[in-house]
């Protein structure tokens, strides 16, 4: 029998109604959620998405602002930005796009969010209270994965989760995050010795390995919870997973569909970071 879909346009529309309606509430007494998002160069990918990030913000009632800054722009130049955010009082969070240019240091950037407005969730100490299960603004991506959990009533309580992806972005958080929730969790790798005796003992099983279907059907157990997060463009217009998602759907219980899956539950869950930035 095919999967169930892990519809994340839907979700991810419940997610922002509620958004809305919590903004609705903090307006009233009078905060007005801000976001700042800072767009370094030219990257076509990364222009989608600061666009996608706007408008999601305007339909939610979210005041957001955009800083488009030069590829030649200094790493001295968009820290004093980063500075002049941490200080203005309607900015309540700070995402700065990435990737940066070659030039740009990532880590001295990201160290440098005020750890009260980094709703990317990327910051050392927010990292650090992931880890070690305190008060922090969780990761977009990873979130949005344990929201479609949660949606689809599935509780990683007692279950085997298998992670492929080490990435500081979504294999590390998301296998903290499911590790907090009591799944038992094994995080894969491109030095793992069969990646596919691994990945049939999963019942939850999130691909964010960045490989276009790589994870194909003989891989995955009878009924397992399949989240893809990747997103490959193969060829001029085709976007496919890091799942074969037609292989994979007959022999899956739930999966995520590429594109429509994980990626509107990003933004989704970044909206959702910001208000609780402005509600703190």
């Known amino acids: 029998m095919p999967a169930q879909i892990l519809d994340g346009k839907k979700i991810a529309a419940e997610v922002r109604a509620e ?3 919590e903004v609705s509430r903090l307006k009233a007494e009078g905060i007005n959620p801000g976001l700042a998002v800072v767009l370094v160069g030219e990257d076509p990918a990364s222009q989608v998405y600061v666009r996608n990030k706007h408008r999601a913000c305007e339909e939610v009632g979210i005041y957001s602002e955009v800083h488009r800054l030069p590829a030649a722009t200094s790493q001295a130049e968009l820290l004093k930005l980063i500075d002049q955010l941490n200080k203005d009082p309607k900015i309540h969070g700070i995402l700065v796009q990435l990737p940066l240019p070659d030039h740009i240091d990532e880590k001295k950037v990201i ?3 005020a750890l009260e407005k980094d709703v990317d969730g990327f910051s050392p100490a927010n990292v650090g209270n992931l880890v070690i299960g305190d008060k922090c603004f969780y990761p977009c991506t ?14 990683p309580k007692g279950k085997k989760a298998v992670v492929v992806g080490r990435s500081n972005i979504v294999g590390k958080p998301v296998a903290m995050m499911l590790l907090a929730r009591h799944a038992t969790v094994t995080i894969c790798h491109s030095r793992t010795r069969d990646l596919a005796a691994e990945c049939r003992q999963a019942d939850i099983l999130i691909a964010a390995v960045g490989k276009p279907e790589l994870i194909t059907g003989d891989m995955i157990k009878e009924g397992a919870v399949v989240i893809d997060v990747g997103i490959n463009r193969v060829g001029e217009k085709k976007l496919v997973g890091d799942v074969h998602f037609e292989s994979a759907a007959q022999k899956a219980g739930w999966i995520t569909p590429v594109p429509g899956g994980v990626g509107p539950m990003t933004i989704a869950m970044l909206l959702k970071n910001t208000v609780e930035a402005a509600r703190r």
């Not at 990873?142 to 509780?155: N, R, T, Y």
């Open 111 to 113: 160290d440098a969010i």
């Open 142 to 155: 990873p979130h949005g994965c344990m929201v479609l959990l949660e949606k689809a009533g599935i509780d």
């Open 19 to 21: 958004v809305k309606e």
